[in-house]
């Protein structure tokens, strides 16, 4: 447990895998509400190394461009989601990397699993996480997603990494 933020290693692990459940079920409305006003979401390309406001990603958003890509979804017309693929995701090896103020730093390793009428896809890489607790809840601030195939032509991404 850390005294600046209260948050021990158990209650992170369930949030990682909280926040896993409702993004492979679809559940848009509970996935958005875990994120703060100032979130980003991050998946860049070739491992992240670079300032992502100045070079291009597979995706970057702000809390905005993440409820706008979450209303898309849930229309049920966004042609890489129809039909919605069924996604499954194993995570592991959590880890807390740190603590800055108020703000957690997770990581954990992932294997997604994304069956589709084309087949079934293996996605794979590690999550970062900064979390921060507020009106009592952990939040998610933001997620970086590193694909350990980011440095290739990545297939169409429509769903929640």
Do not use: C
Not at 7 to 20: G, H, N, S, T, V
């Amino acid at each position: 447990m850390t005294a600046s933020t209260d948050i021990d290693l158990r209650e992170i692990e369930q949030f990682i895998y909280r926040e896993a459940r409702l993004a492979d079920e679809h559940d848009y409305d509970a996935w958005e509400a875990l994120w703060t006003d100032d979130a980003l979401y991050w998946v860049p390309v070739d491992g992240g190394d670079y300032d992502p406001e100045r070079h291009v990603s597979v995706m970057y958003d702000n809390r905005r461009r993440i409820s706008t890509r979450l209303q898309q979804l849930r229309t049920g017309k966004r042609y890489a989601q129809s039909p919605p693929s069924n996604l499954r995701r194993t995570v592991s090896n959590v880890e807390l990397l740190g603590v800055e103020g108020d703000e957690v730093t997770a990581g954990a390793n992932f294997v997604l699993y994304e069956s589709k009428p084309r087949g079934i896809h293996t996605w794979a890489g590690r999550y970062t996480y900064v979390l921060r607790r507020a009106d009592g809840e952990l939040k998610l601030v933001r997620k970086i997603v590193v694909l350990v195939n980011s440095a290739e032509a990545i297939p169409s991404m429509g769903f929640l990494i």
